[in-house]
């Protein structure tokens, strides 16, 4: 099991940068494909990233595509989303989840073992 908690959320301008980190308990990360997820009010939770166990390979959505990043460092049970050129419409909770199989492609919120609490990030026009 994996609990996990996310930081870094806020207040930007559009075009403005950002880095949400989140943070996993447990000695087992490093076995757990690890996503980023999204939430706007009234819409559906949506896929942004994910990342393979050693990070060697990642997905990205095509709205996030060349400004988003995924990264991880399994040696401080830490993924990251590093966040550029956000746009209003960027406006989410952002969600950190978690689990074991690599899809190569989109993730489905069904195909998910854990989530973390999630982090308000708001982009002003």
């Known amino acids: 099991q994996v609990q996990l908690l996310e930081s870094g959320g806020g207040l930007v301008q559009a075009g403005d940068s950002l880095r949400l980190s989140c943070a996993a308990s447990?000695?087992?990360?490093?076995?757990?494909?690890m996503d980023w997820f999204r939430q706007a009010p009234g819409k559906e939770r949506e896929f942004v990233a994910t990342?393979?166990?050693?990070?060697?390979?990642?997905y990205y959505a095509d709205s996030v595509k060349g400004r988003f990043t995924i990264s991880r460092d399994n040696a401080k049970n830490t993924v990251y989303l590093q966040m550029n050129s956000l746009k209003p419409e960027d406006t989410a909770v952002y969600y950190c989840?978690?689990?074991?199989?690599?899809?190569?492609?989109?993730?489905?919120?069904?195909?998910?073992?854990?989530w973390g609490p999630g982090t308000q990030v708001t982009v002003s026009s």
């Open positions: 989840a978690a689990h074991i199989t690599w899809y190569r492609s989109s993730v489905y919120a069904d195909q998910v073992d854990y």
């Open positions: 990342i393979s166990w050693t990070g060697g390979n990642t």
């Open positions: 447990g000695r087992t990360f490093s076995t757990y494909v």
